[in-house]
């Protein structure tokens, strides 16, 4: 359990092993950027073998099947880390620490329970109408995601139509 000061107790050997800042001298917030780090250039093994691949074989690189397995990795990475990172709070005992769990001021829930996990008292929103919030606000995510993809289409068509067609004058520079 962290101490006052947000620091974790003494173990001779930080990070080398599952859970062994329950035990150290590391404040929390360092503890966390380094199993951050930890889990960043783990998962980054997926994508660096792919684009080898992909180097390797020759394949075209600008590909809609690369590109939408960069996006599905991204989407899976910041899920798990998501995940990772709870997992971590809970173990460590820091969980009213971290900048991502703390609730909105002005949030009031329709009861409030018990957190079986931590034992403190949250405000507790059912869980169909929380799926009904999420499911109101899909068509303005749909309409967001077509803007950003219209504007990346029409950034990549640019950089291919310089690269591969334009001759004209700076033709070197761009």
Do not use: C
Not at 43 to 59: A, E, H, I, K, R
Not at 83 to 98: C, K, M, P
Not at 107 to 124: A, C, H, Q, R, W
Not at 148 to 161: D, H
């Amino acid at each position: 359990m962290a101490d006052s000061g947000g620091r974790l107790p003494q173990d001779p050997e930080p990070l080398r092993r599952e859970g062994a800042l329950t035990n150290s001298n590391i404040p929390t917030q360092i503890g966390f950027y380094f199993a951050f780090l930890q889990f960043y250039f783990l998962s980054l093994t997926p994508p660096s073998v792919l684009g080898f691949l992909v180097y390797l074989f020759g394949l075209n690189s600008y590909s809609i099947t690369f590109s939408s397995l960069m996006v599905i990795w991204s989407i899976f990475f910041t899920s798990l880390w998501e995940r990772r990172e709870r997992e971590l709070a809970v173990q460590w005992g820091t969980h009213h620490q971290s900048k991502t769990e703390r609730r909105r001021a002005a949030f009031k829930g329709e009861l409030v329970i018990d957190d079986p996990i931590t034992g403190s008292k949250v405000s507790y929103v059912p869980v169909w109408k929380t799926w009904a919030r999420r499911a109101a606000s899909v068509p303005g995510i749909i309409v967001g995601a077509v803007g950003l993809s219209l504007v990346v289409s029409a950034v990549f068509t640019i950089e291919v139509f310089l690269k591969e067609y334009y001759r004209g004058p700076l033709h070197e520079i761009l």
